[in-house]
């Protein structure tokens, strides 16, 4: 049996676009690995993306109490001065603080039972055949005529099928925080620029808090078992982890957050979402709303079978990034305090004309 349609990937951009063809009334096959038992970071949901979820139907999901509105975000970015951004100034409502693993298990949820047919599997192999796709995982392999690719960074087809660019060598260290303190911490996530680099915190809605290193991964950063007393040197973040008595709870982990993207987002049979099309520096806290937004646009089009909505998704898809790295460009450009800092000064560098190469 030929499918009409395939989703690979299991992250928010696999499971909107798994639930907007179940709601269409297409049973897509959903192809995609068990979720890992850790936890994974990237929690700051913007406020962008609350209209995206209840065009779904799916805003609910944001009630649970795993979850916690992010009314007050502080930035230490320019000078040492913590300026707050409230949420009272925006129209759509706060931010949230996610539980990433309940909100991506409540996506998959309703698209399972909305009618797509999910398989626990992780693609091997997919190769385009007489306009017909050969998915090989570990069982029996399937055959589908278009494949949406939301397989994150790795890109299964789309990066085989078109060019991969990439404008930085941006990564993280990251690593989760707990308190025996009985008093209530203060709710807020603080985000601070360094020599090397910069920082991010917030507190999560079960008390822990979540910690996160970027710098460029080729530049000369710490051991992960550094983590914590380096954190302990910044300025903002150091007091709020003292003054609540927050303790390193996991060992820190990496993870690659460069910012990179495949141009055409399309081709012939397949259509690339979420970080599969591109992936953005998480100061930018845009890529779980890209991922919604991309799933929703690339859906909408297939379901139309409209070849023109489609090329207009690639091309949204292409102003999205030339946006995105012009506001990166300028809000890396506001902080001018390390100048001799290799990863300042790169940022800098590329402030008019951002390098992007095509990947290796
Ligand atoms: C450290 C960090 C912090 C971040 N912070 C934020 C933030 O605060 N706010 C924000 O909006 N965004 C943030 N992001 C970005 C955000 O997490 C991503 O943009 C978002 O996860 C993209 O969703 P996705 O579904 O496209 O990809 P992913 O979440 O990467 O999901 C990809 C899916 O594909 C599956 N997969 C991979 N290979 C295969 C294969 N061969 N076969 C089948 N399945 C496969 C994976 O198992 C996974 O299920 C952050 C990212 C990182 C790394």
């Known amino acids: 049996m030929i499918h009409d349609v395939a989703v690979l990937g299991g992250g928010i951009a696999g499971a909107t676009a798994a639930l907007r063809l179940a709601q269409a009334g297409l049973q897509p096959l959903w192809i995609a690995p068990p979720q890992g038992d850790g936890f994974k970071p990237g929690e700051h949901l913007s406020a962008a993306a609350l209209p995206l979820l209840k065009a779904l139907g799916s805003d609910a999901i944001l009630q649970s109490q795993v979850h916690r509105h992010a009314h007050s975000t502080y930035s230490a970015w320019g000078s040492h001065l913590l300026i707050e951004r409230n949420a009272i100034v925006q129209l759509e ?9 309940a909100f991506e298990d409540a996506l998959t949820a309703l698209a399972i039972q909305t009618g797509a047919r999910r398989t626990y599997e992780t693609v091997r192999d997919v190769r385009i055949h007489e306009d017909t796709w050969h998915i090989g995982t570990n069982s029996d392999p399937v055959t589908a005529r278009f494949v949406f690719d939301a397989t994150g960074r790795t890109a299964v087809v789309a990066s085989k099928h078109a060019t991969r660019f990439q404008a930085d060598k941006l990564g993280c260290q990251y690593a989760l925080f707990k308190t025996t303190e009985t008093t209530a911490p203060r709710p807020v996530t ?17 008390g822990q808090v979540v ?17 914590e007393s380096h954190a302990h040197r910044t300025t903002a973040i150091a007091t709020y982890l003292t003054e609540h008595g927050y303790r390193m709870l996991s060992r820190p982990a990496r993870l690659t957050t ?30 779980m709303t890209t991922a919604l937004w991309s799933a929703i646009a690339a859906t909408d089009a297939f379901i139309a079978r409209d070849r023109q909505k489609m090329q207009e998704y ?11 790295l012009s506001a990166r460009s300028a809000v890396y450009a506001r902080e001018t305090r390390w100048p001799n800092s290799p990863f300042w000064a790169r940022r800098h560098a590329t402030a008019h004309t951002p390098a992007a190469q095509p990947a290796g």
């Open 190 to 206: 603080l985000i601070e620029a360094e020599e090397r680099g910069w920082w991010y915190m917030s507190l999560l809605a079960n």
């Open 258 to 287: 460069n910012s990179t993207w495949i141009a055409p987002a399309i081709g012939p049979g397949w259509v690339a979402i979420g970080d599969a099309a591109a992936a953005f520096d998480p100061l930018s806290s845009h890529g």
């Open 314 to 324: 690639a091309d949204s898809v292409a102003k999205g990034v030339r946006d995105y």
């Open 93 to 101: 409502g706060p931010p949230t603080v996610l539980d990433r693993s």
């Open 211 to 227: 910690l996160n290193f970027y710098t460029d991964t080729d530049l000369s950063s710490f051991d992960n078992a550094e983590l």
